[in-house]
């Protein structure tokens, strides 16, 4: 089969698109025929080897222990091990795995669900990730109900237009920021107030919020602070725009500490991959509540530019390699 293989850490040009074997489901998998792979921040971290203590989780020292990219994933079940039970073959299921830009892939069964009905194969592939962790982000972290006022800092990226929608599913009334290029997406994905960052500073609107989703990772704790309610909560979704040690994590990992002598709560969410909040994700996917933003779609060669494209940071919601 064909695959997006990488030896060595670096930049796309790593990125190869070679023939390799045939992979077989072990325990608890599913062997997937791949039509459609979301390009997340994480392909690029994995790519990269930054930030450094990435290498230290397990993903590799010197190279990557997976070579071939991808984690978001789309298809049709193509075989089962003996042991699966929620799945047979031809199903079409949408999840997580670890290197779906290929033609097929095997994925865990509790990191699998089946595919919301009214998407394509490519909205699909760009949700897992991304739309689970908006989910996460809003209703466990944040715990947003009806009639909190919410900002969502990078809201039109990939976390971020899932959470704008989530918020309002979920009775909010939200304030996304992001750059001139992505106003019109956040307002098209139901914000009730859009700010650009590049003409307006919203901590100088006098306007406070309940809860704060930051996805860009590059504002002041002081800032956030000072639009947040007294009682409010601040969710650092994952860490970008640090260094190459730790990649802006550290905000993500001593933000509980300053809760401690604060009022406000601060939360570094880390999210957990679970066919649960994939079917929690379905159902309002499918009552029309949520709709992945797809910017632009790839061929399977073209997976290096997708994943250069998507850190550049001017994408209107996901991008998608098509398979």
């Not at 997006?4 to 998998?29: F, S």
């Not at 989910?135 to 990939?158: C, E, F, N, P, W």
Request: glycine letters at 14%; hydrophobic letters at 45%; aromatic letters at 6%.
């Amino acid at each position: 089969m064909k695959a997006i293989v990488q030896d060595v850490y670096g930049n796309a040009d790593v990125l190869q698109l070679r023939d390799i074997p045939l992979p077989l489901p072990g325990d608890g998998e599913v062997l997937i025929r791949v039509r459609a792979a979301g390009v997340d921040q994480g392909v690029w971290h994995l790519m990269t080897g930054r930030p450094y203590l990435l290498r230290l989780f397990g993903f590799g020292l010197k190279k990557p222990k997976i070579p071939v990219r991808g984690r978001e994933v789309a298809g049709v079940v193509e075989a089962v091990d003996a042991g699966v039970t929620r799945f047979q073959l031809g199903d079409e299921v949408f999840g997580t795995c670890e290197g779906s830009f290929a033609e097929f892939v095997c994925a865990r069964e509790d990191c699998v669900a089946t595919k919301p009905a009214n998407l394509t194969f490519e909205e699909a592939a760009v949700a897992p990730i991304s739309g689970v962790t908006a989910l996460q982000a809003v209703r466990d972290a944040g715990q947003v109900t009806t009639g909190r006022k919410v900002l969502i800092i990078g809201a039109g990226g990939g976390v971020g237009s899932f959470a704008v929608q989530v918020a309002k599913a979920f009775g909010a009334e939200v304030t996304g920021v992001c750059s001139t290029g992505k106003v019109e997406l956040v307002r098209s994905l139901g914000a009730d107030h859009v700010i650009d960052y590049t003409r307006d500073d919203f901590s100088r609107t006098g306007m406070r919020y309940d809860v704060i989703l930051d996805t860009a990772g590059n504002r002041p704790l002081a800032v956030l602070r000072r639009v947040l309610t007294p009682r409010g909560t601040l969710v650092i979704v994952g860490g970008e725009g640090g260094g190459n040690l730790t990649g802006g994590f550290e905000r993500s990992m001593g933000a509980p500490l300053v809760s401690l002598f604060s009022g406000q709560k601060f939360k570094g969410l880390v999210s957990t991959e679970n066919y649960r909040d994939l079917e929690a994700l379905t159902m309002l996917i499918e009552a029309g509540s949520v709709k992945p933003a797809v910017d632009k779609v790839y061929a399977l060669v073209e997976a290096p530019a997708a994943v250069e494209y998507m850190h550049e940071g001017r994408v209107r919601g996901k991008v998608v390699v098509s398979i």
